[in-house]
């Protein structure tokens, strides 16, 4: 059974950084590429970051380019969001996603395994 398990959320101050994990089990992704997605309140989910199986391409919303950076570990079957000077607008549910293919979508729909998600609350 496929499971993706983030962590790393909680509560921060604007300007602080914070380093989300997400952690695949049941299978390897090595050859998948992975996102993260996030849910404000009141809001639906969107597109933040994704990472092609070597990690050799990148992709990040364009207004969260410079502060958020995806990363993963193959050997270890994780995936990381690095959060720089975070702020207030970025809380948020955060998900973790593998893709079904290698190429590292914006698209939800690519995506066919979700983690519960991890909270992000950023006070100003």
């Known amino acids: 059974q496929v499971q993706l398990v983030e962590s790393g959320g909680g509560l921060v101050q604007a300007g602080d950084s914070l380093r989300l994990s997400c952690v695949a089990s049941g299978r390897t992704f090595s050859s998948n590429a992975m996102g993260w997605f996030r849910q404000a309140p009141g809001k639906e989910r969107e597109f933040v970051a994704s990472i092609s199986p070597s990690g050799g391409t990148t992709y990040a919303t364009d207004s969260l380019k410079g502060r958020f950076t995806i990363s993963r570990d193959n050997a270890k079957n994780t995936v990381y969001l690095q959060m720089n000077s975070v702020k207030p607008d970025d809380t948020a549910v955060y998900y973790c996603?593998?893709?079904?293919?290698?190429?590292?979508?914006?698209?939800?729909?690519?995506?066919?395994?979700w983690g519960q998600g991890t909270q992000v609350t950023v006070s100003s």
């Open positions: 996603a593998v893709a079904a293919g290698s190429y590292p979508s914006s698209v939800q729909s690519r995506y066919n395994y």
